[in-house]
């Protein structure tokens, strides 16, 4: 068969005031840009389990959301879900069947909603794909009838083995970020994560060395190109962690991840990092006070432990020259109108390089969009669309919507203007003599 495999790639966001700033503050454009542009690593990985015999290309929808014509060439067309960009999905998928085409649908968005992409897709894959996609290709050879394939139903997905994706077949495209995938999961539970958490429940780590294969194909491929590693929080173990930053050094790549705060509990990690081509950590503080942050983690309470010691973490990372991009939640239950100052104020006292604003978002499938459901405060239940982290699509609980939108902006733009970055990256310079690495180098 002819199987295509279709990547939604891009950035999404609704919200036209913010579209308007972010055409105007660097910041937000800067990042938007560099990201935007990453292939799907779950479709590559999936290409790597396909059965042989068969044909395979890579393809990206447009930015307008239409599908390239050479799709409809395919025998069988594999979609990676994510909420946001989920109605253009099943467009292209009713459009394809509607050719003749057959449509497989897995990711993030179907794995909660398979009744959902049933009315658009032949084959759902709830979870992980690796063992369920040989799957799907047989019952598409043989034409069987539309049906939902578990991950649960086959045997688990085992890290330590899992091949190089298909970087190659992306060889003909302009890419020169590229994700890794070094962990699987993550140990927290935050009420709002809509990440790999849930297509697994156990924390993996790859092995090392097979890593370090992932990467060199991709150099191969693209000497010199970005890594961003694929994972929800990277450093948990750290003995590990030391092991696998060991073996990127020599390697010469840059990269990027994101992990949790308990990577400045490290001093010897940090002092690997900062020499291993690490431009940024990305982390997860999502609120300056840790009132706000009581219960957010449902295991260990873990955020709201944490955030007494967020100021001193930044800068003991920082101090090893590791830039942090700190990330902040807005409009969490606790969150009322003085948020904004008090976001903007831990960014200027601690001297975070580099800060990432978002809304809390009620995600499908996700405890908090549960519990909203019930408190009856998710505005247009099923306007997936609005699962960008740049749209509201809840009822904030101290602040009106529109407290909440106006109090963003504001915060956005006093955040992203071209001097406020000025202004971080000299005080990362004056306070730590080193110059930054950053995640755009
Ligand atoms: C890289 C990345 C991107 C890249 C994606 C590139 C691409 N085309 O895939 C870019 C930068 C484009 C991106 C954009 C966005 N992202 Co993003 N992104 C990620 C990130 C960091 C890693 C995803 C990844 O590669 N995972 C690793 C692979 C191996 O896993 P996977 O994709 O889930 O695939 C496995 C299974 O799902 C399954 N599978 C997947 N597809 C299919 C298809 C078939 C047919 C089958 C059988 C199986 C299958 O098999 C795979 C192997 O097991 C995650 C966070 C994270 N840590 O996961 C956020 C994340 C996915 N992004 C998120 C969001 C919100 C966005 C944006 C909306 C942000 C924005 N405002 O624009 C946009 C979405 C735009 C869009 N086009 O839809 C959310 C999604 C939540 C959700 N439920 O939808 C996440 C989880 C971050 C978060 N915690 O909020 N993102």
Same mark, same amino acid.
């Given at each position: 068969?002819?199987?295509?495999?279709?990547?939604?790639?891009?950035?999404?966001?609704?919200?036209?005031?913010?579209?308007?700033?972010?055409?105007?503050?660097?910041?937000?454009?800067?990042?938007?840009?560099?990201?935007?542009?990453?292939?799907?690593?779950?479709?590559?990985?999936?290409?790597?389990?396909?059965?042989?015999?068969?044909?395979?290309?890579?393809? %990206?929808?447009?930015?307008?959301?239409?599908?390239?014509? %050479?799709?409809?060439?395919?025998?069988?067309?594999?979609?990676?879900?994510?909420?946001?960009?989920?109605?253009?999905?099943?467009?292209?998928?009713?459009?394809?069947?509607?050719?003749?085409?057959?449509?497989?649908?897995?990711?993030?968005?179907?794995?909660?909603?398979?009744?959902?992409?049933?009315?658009?897709?032949?084959?759902?894959?709830?979870?992980?794909?690796?063992?369920?996609?040989?799957?799907?290709?047989?019952?598409?050879?043989?034409?069987?009838?539309?049906?939902?394939?578990?991950?649960?139903?086959?045997?688990?997905?085992?890290?330590?083995?899992?091949?190089?994706?298909?970087?190659?077949?992306?060889?003909?495209?302009?890419?020169?970020?590229?994700?890794?995938?070094?962990?699987?999961?993550?140990?927290?539970?935050?009420?709002?994560?809509?990440?790999?958490?849930?297509?697994?429940?156990?924390?993996?780590?790859?092995?090392?060395?097979?890593?370090?294969?992932?990467?060199?194909?991709?150099?191969?491929?693209?000497?010199?190109?970005?890594?961003?590693?694929?994972?929800?929080?990277?450093?948990?173990?750290?003995?590990?962690?030391?092991?696998?930053?060991?073996?990127?050094?020599?390697?010469?790549?840059?990269?990027?991840?994101?992990?949790?705060?308990?990577?400045?509990?490290?001093?010897?990690?940090?002092?690997?990092?900062?020499?291993?081509?690490?431009?940024?950590?990305?982390?997860?503080?999502?609120?300056?006070?840790?009132?706000?942050?009581?219960?957010?983690?449902?295991?260990?309470?873990?955020?709201?432990?944490?955030?007494?010691?967020?100021?001193?973490?930044?800068?003991?990372?920082?101090?090893?020259?590791?830039?942090?991009?700190?990330?902040?939640?807005?409009?969490?239950?606790?969150?009322?109108? !003085?948020?904004?100052?008090?976001?903007?104020?831990?960014? %200027?006292?601690?001297?975070?390089?580099?800060?990432?604003?978002?809304?809390?978002?009620?995600?499908?499938?996700?405890?908090?969009?549960?519990?909203?459901?019930?408190?009856?405060?998710?505005?247009?239940?099923?306007?997936?669309?609005?699962?960008?982290?740049?749209?509201?699509?809840?009822?904030?609980?101290?602040?009106?919507?529109?407290?909440?939108?106006?109090?963003?902006? !504001?915060?956005?733009?006093?955040?992203?203007?071209?001097?406020?970055?000025?202004?971080?990256?000299?005080?990362?310079?004056?306070?730590?003599?080193?110059?930054?690495?950053?995640?755009?180098?």
């Amino acid at each position: 068969m002819k199987i295509g495999l279709l990547a939604m790639s891009g950035i999404r966001a609704h919200d036209p005031e913010l579209l308007r700033l972010g055409l105007t503050l660097p910041g937000f454009v800067e990042r938007s840009r560099q990201i935007a542009a990453l292939p799907s690593l779950g479709l590559l990985q999936l290409a790597s389990a396909t059965p042989e015999g068969h044909e395979l290309r890579y393809f %990206e929808a447009e930015g307008d959301g239409s599908e390239p014509r %050479e799709v409809y060439d395919c025998d069988l067309i594999a979609i990676s879900t994510f909420s946001a960009q989920i109605f253009e999905a099943y467009a292209i998928a009713d459009r394809l069947r509607a050719a003749g085409v057959k449509v497989a649908m897995g990711g993030l968005h179907v794995s909660v909603l398979p009744e959902e992409a049933a009315l658009h897709a032949d084959y759902i894959a709830i979870g992980e794909g690796e063992h369920v996609w040989p799957r799907i290709v047989e019952a598409a050879q043989r034409g069987e009838s539309a049906r939902v394939f578990r991950a649960s139903e086959a045997p688990p997905v085992d890290v330590a083995r899992l091949p190089v994706p298909r970087y190659d077949l992306l060889a003909q495209r302009p890419y020169n970020r590229f994700t890794v995938q070094t962990t699987r999961g993550c140990p927290w539970r935050c009420e709002f994560c809509a990440s790999n958490v849930m297509l697994t429940q156990r924390y993996r780590k790859r092995p090392v060395v097979e890593i370090v294969r992932d990467i060199e194909a991709i150099r191969a491929l693209r000497p010199g190109a970005f890594l961003e590693f694929a994972d929800d929080n990277t450093f948990v173990d750290k003995e590990w962690s030391r092991e696998l930053v060991r073996a990127l050094t020599p390697l010469g790549v840059r990269w990027f991840t994101e992990t949790d705060i308990s990577v400045a509990d490290d001093p010897e990690l940090l002092e690997l990092l900062a020499r291993s081509g690490c431009r940024q950590l990305l982390i997860g503080l999502e609120s300056p006070d840790g009132e706000a942050l009581d219960g957010v983690e449902l295991h260990a309470n873990f955020k709201a432990k944490r955030a007494g010691g967020y100021a001193e973490a930044v800068e003991r990372i920082q101090s090893y020259g590791i830039t942090v991009n700190g990330c902040f939640v807005l409009g969490l239950d606790h969150h009322d109108a !003085g948020v904004f100052e008090r976001v903007q104020r831990f960014a %200027e006292d601690t001297g975070l390089y580099e800060v990432q604003v978002t809304y809390l978002t009620a995600f499908p499938g996700t405890p908090l969009y549960a519990r909203l459901m019930n408190e009856g405060r998710v505005l247009e239940p099923g306007r997936w669309d609005l699962c960008t982290l740049f749209d509201i699509n809840y009822r904030p609980a101290k602040m009106t919507v529109d407290g909440l939108r106006t109090g963003f902006h !504001g915060l956005t733009q006093r955040l992203y203007t071209a001097e406020a970055m000025g202004r971080r990256r000299e005080r990362f310079l004056a306070r730590h003599r080193r110059r930054p690495a950053t995640a755009g180098a």
